[in-house]
């Protein structure tokens, strides 16, 4: 893919079928499925005003959708400050390599910055590569283990 200009911009409505697609190929990378009302619901919340609710940007390249991210800020017990989780990211596959990825990170990092919350965090699972060559350039990688409940 040649080097073309990578547009980040908020999601709209009529994004709902490119980042449903993507979305979809998201979660068959993590091995997972979700029912439609989620894939409604979460679309319809990404959309919302409703601060506790998840934001997300897209990544649009001639046009057409080639990344995702969504975000949320959230209170946090060592901190004044909100903090900001970024819980998906997700390049085409056919993109990986142009920056896409970085564009994406540093647009939630950009938006941590302008409301001004001192950290973002993310996780992945450890044998997402491809992705932690990029998360290493970008961010540290801390010791915490994540458990939850089955």
């Known amino acids: 893919m040649s080097a073309k200009t990578i547009v980040i911009r908020r999601l709209t409505p009529q994004d709902r079928d490119q980042w449903a697609e993507m979305w ?12 439609d009302d989620i894939y409604d619901s979460g679309f319809a919340r990404l959309l919302g005003d409703d ?3 998840f934001e997300g940007f897209i990544a649009e390249q001639d ?7 969504h975000f949320l800020f959230h209170r946090h017990g060592w901190k004044v400050e909100d903090v900001c989780y970024l819980q998906d990211l997700y390049a085409r596959p ?7 990825g970085r564009a994406l990170i540093e647009a939630v990092y950009a938006e941590a910055d302008a409301r001004g919350a001192p950290s973002v965090y993310w996780l ?11 998360y290493d350039r970008i961010a540290t990688l801390t010791p915490f283990i994540k458990y939850q409940r089955p």
Request: proline share 5%; glycine share 10%; aromatic share 10%.
């Open 124 to 134: 992945t699972q450890d044998f997402n590569t491809t992705a932690r060559h990029l």
């Open 24 to 35: 979809c190929d998201y979660l068959a990378f993590y091995e997972t499925t979700v029912p």
């Open 63 to 69: 046009g057409r959708a080639i990344g995702l991210v």
């Open 51 to 53: 601060p506790r609710d």
């Open 94 to 100: 056919e993109t990986r390599g142009t920056g896409v």
